[in-house]
């Protein structure tokens, strides 16, 4: 499995950005996926999560809803929509997926990582 994010960018506060994350390979609905981000000299965070059906969504405290997570299993992409943008936000946001149900909040049961897109949010 291979993943592939994209869609960062700059944008001021209480913009919106669509991330993307491609994958490749083997994935398929049995896999649960998720983002997480680092910014500047902090640990990785958990972002949000999304069952392998995209039925089941969980969110950070800190994102609860301003983002959206969603998938196209045919489409093999993963989406996520970040709204009411603030400039805690800016970090590198990386997508990353893992062979099972439900949602998955931590990082190092993740057995698959894309690298990075950076967003930036300008106060």
């Known amino acids: 499995v291979q993943l592939q994010a994209s869609g960062g960018g700059l944008v001021q506060a209480g913009g919106s950005l669509r991330l993307s994350c491609a994958a490749s390979?083997?994935?398929?609905?049995?896999?649960?996926m998720g983002w997480f981000r680092q910014a500047p000299g902090k640990e990785r965070e958990f972002v949000a999560a999304?069952?392998?059906?995209?039925?089941?969504?969980d969110y950070a405290d800190s994102v609860k809803g301003r983002f959206i997570i969603s998938r196209d299993n045919p489409k093999k992409l993963m989406y996520l929509q970040m709204n009411s943008l603030k400039p805690e936000d800016t970090a590198v946001y990386s997508c990353?997926?893992?062979?099972?149900?439900?949602?998955?909040?931590?990082?190092?049961?993740?057995?698959?990582w894309g690298q990075g897109t950076q967003v930036t949010v300008s106060s």
């Open positions: 990353a997926a893992v062979r099972g149900s439900g949602t998955v909040r931590t990082a190092y049961e993740y057995d698959y």
């Open positions: 390979g083997g994935m398929t609905s049995r896999y649960a």
């Open positions: 999304v069952s392998g059906g995209g039925v089941t969504t």
